[in-house]
Structure formats: C-alpha cells, structure tokens
C-alpha cells in the first residue's frame, strides 16, 4: 500500500494488540496448563479457519508477498544487513520485557501466579494487569512474524504453525536461568543450534564418531 517499511512493521504490532485483548478476556481466568492449552487452541481454530482467507495468507501456498526495509544508503535488505535489522528489533523487545518486569508491575508481575486472590484484596488490577501483558505479548509476536515474513521475502502460513508454540513452551520450560537469558538461550538454540547441527561439517564430524 506504499507504506514505509518501518511504519508496517509497527502497524502489524498494534493490529494483533485488540486480538489478544480479545484472547485475554475469557483467558484471564485461567492459569498454567489451561492458560496454554487455551491459547493454543485459539491458534489451532485461526489456523483452521482463517488462514487461507484472503484478508490473511490467502488461498494458495504463495503467501503475501512482504518487502525488506531500503534505509538510504545502508544496504539492510540484505541478508547480512536484515540480520543485523532483526537484532536490533530483538534487543528492543528484550529491554522492553525488562523495563516492564522491573517497573512499578515488579510485584504485581511476581506475585500474579502465587497469590492472585491476596493482590486483588490489596486493591492490585490484577486481571487489567493480565489483559495488557496480552496485548504487550501480542504485539511482541505480530513484529516478530512481520520480520519472518520480510526475512523470507514472503508471508506463507506455513511458517506459523500453532503447535511450533509447544517447542517454545518447552524451551523455556528446559531453560530454568532468569530474565532474559532463558528466553535468549532459547532462541538460539531453536535456530542457531539447528542450523549448525544440520551442517555438512556436523555431519561428517557424526559419523567419525559413530565409525570411531
């Protein structure tokens, strides 16, 4: 539509902000495993339902086709430079979860899962809290599948599987260090961890050890 591209990538954030509002309003009331499986299952039912819908990736296995940023000179619409794009992206979104877990939310973030009942008698907004960190998470996850649609120069719904979650929940459940690091280390073992194993050299360096 002749939208810059940096604007596009924040307006994709704040489009999904009033579908976990959406989300959150009968999840509130839900915690651990239920929370989970109530979340993925609104996954499973867009996935189903409204995936090849044209307002979304369409009928065929094309996708959208989505455009890397052209910043002047710079050339980040390369490989190289779109890496370097996404870093800077990712480190927003970290010093974003930070500020928020160590802002005035510090207790009530704390707090929420062990004793929600004696926050509420405190007076704490406990379910508003809740809505909003939807909506923030939301937001969170709309940039980031904005930036794989432009990494891949296309949006396919295939790249957004619902059940790719449960490796994610895993992760992080696996990874038991604090805040970032676990979500970082996750990160980078899903990908980077990946893609080394996949290699020739890792291959070949396999089977020398099992010839061995």
Known sequence: LGIPWLVSILLAGLVAVPVGAIIA??????????????????????????????????????????????LGGLHVGTDTGFYYVIVVFAAGAVALSMAIRNGRWRRILRAMPDAPLALETHGAPVNVA??????????????????????????????????????????????TIGDPWFAIISAFSLEVG???????????WGAGRRLS
């Not at 867009?46 to 296995?61: A, D, K, R, V």
Request: charged share 5%; with cysteine.
């Open 25 to 70: 309003i009968p999840a509130i009331r839900l915690t651990g495993v239920f929370l989970a499986l109530a979340t993925l299952g609104f996954g499973i039912l867009l996935e189903q339902m409204f995936y090849t819908q044209n307002w979304m990736f369409g009928p065929t296995t094309n996708g959208i086709q989505a455009a890397r940023p052209h």
């Open 130 to 175: 809740r809505v909003i960190i939807f909506c923030i998470s939301s937001f969170l996850a709309a940039i980031s599948g904005a930036l794989t649609a432009s990494l891949f120069h296309f949006a396919v719904g295939g790249e957004f599987g619902s059940f790719n979650s449960l490796t994610l929940v895993a992760l992080v459940v696996i990874i």
């Open 194 to 204: 990946a893609s080394v194993s996949s290699t020739s050299g890792a291959s070949r």
